[in-house]
């Protein structure tokens, strides 16, 4: 395994943040789906090409990936060892041969220069302690002309998971939940950011644009509140108050809930994401 310097994430997602997402993977799946081909498009994977994942988790995209490049193959980095096991094991069941996958840290991970004809990431980005040395190793890694494409989270505002938990406000001590910060959720919510930090890296025609779709977050109000508030910020903020609060939360997020209904009586909330798309330059060692 390479070196981890991103400690904190290490923990987070070895812990109970990395158990939550391996054991409700359908659950997050069924969230994100929607920017599944905006990203695998974007990257341009076809036939034979080699594409590395990074911060897999469960490896979603990586087999959706290796779907596209039947000649080629996909290959999974994370620091999640529990993500990791479920990744694999999803793998196999599908069996698929051309799939692999590796605990590491994308940061410092010693990966074969040019080894990559694409690079993709479905929000396992936003967590590095040092973003530019983290996107140069990621940019090393890819073949000259390689192509980079990821999803990040847009403004907390574009969000509607965010305005539900932003609900509980008074209820909950929220603080500066949600603000743009590093590392975390929303580091990489500011496009002038994003193309300064790839361009930093040693990355060539970055665009960054916006890309909107419905995720589904429950069978219902109760079952949406419940997921929300079991996830790592709803844990986090609810460990800090008393059972009455916490009832109360869960009333008042079951509420806001309802009104996101959908006809099949399933919440579907809004997310706006930043597609983000750059180029390892030809001519680069
Ligand atoms: C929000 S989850 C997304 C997981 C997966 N891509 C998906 O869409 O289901 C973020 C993932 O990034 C991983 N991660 C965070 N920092 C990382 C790093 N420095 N190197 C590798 N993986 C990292 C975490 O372990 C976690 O699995």
């Not at 390479?2 to 993977?25: D, F, K, L, M, R």
């Not at 069924?30 to 897999?56: K, W």
Request: charged letters at 20%; aromatic letters at 8%.
């Amino acid at each position: 395994m390479s070196e981890i310097v991103n400690t904190e994430q290490a923990q987070a997602w070895n812990g109970p943040e990395g158990a939550h997402w391996a054991s409700h993977q359908d659950r997050w799946n069924a969230v994100n789906e929607g920017f599944d081909a905006p990203l695998l498009d974007a990257a341009g994977i076809t036939g034979s090409h080699r594409t590395l994942d990074v911060g897999c988790g469960a490896g979603q995209t990586t087999r959706l990936a290796a779907l596209r490049s039947p000649r080629g193959s996909a290959h999974g980095l994370d620091l999640s060892g529990p993500m990791l096991a479920e990744a694999r094991s999803r793998a196999a069941l599908e069996g698929l041969a051309h799939v692999t996958f590796e605990q590491g840290d994308a940061q410092t991970h010693p990966f074969e220069p040019g080894s990559f004809d694409a690079a993709i990431s479905r929000y396992g980005v936003m967590f590095f302690a040092d973003p530019e040395a983290a996107f140069g190793n990621i940019g090393r890694a890819l073949r000259p002309g390689g192509r980079l494409a990821f999803v990040c989270p847009a403004e907390p505002s574009l969000n509607g998971w965010v305005t539900a938990m932003a609900a509980l406000r008074g209820i909950l001590p929220l603080g500066d939940f949600a603000a743009p910060g590093l590392p975390g959720m929303f580091s990489l919510s500011s496009p002038g950011r994003v193309r300064a930090v790839l361009t930093a890296a040693g990355f060539a025609d970055v665009a960054v644009d916006p890309v909107e779709a419905y995720g589904t977050w429950g069978k219902d109000a109760d079952d949406a509140a419940e997921f929300l508030l079991d996830t790592g910020p709803g844990r986090h903020f609810l460990g800090q108050v008393d059972a009455a609060a916490r009832d109360r939360a869960r009333r008042t997020l079951t509420d806001h809930l309802r009104g996101h209904g959908a006809a099949d009586g399933t919440i579907r909330l809004l997310s706006t994401s930043w597609l983000v798309t750059a180029v390892r330059p030809a001519g680069v060692s």
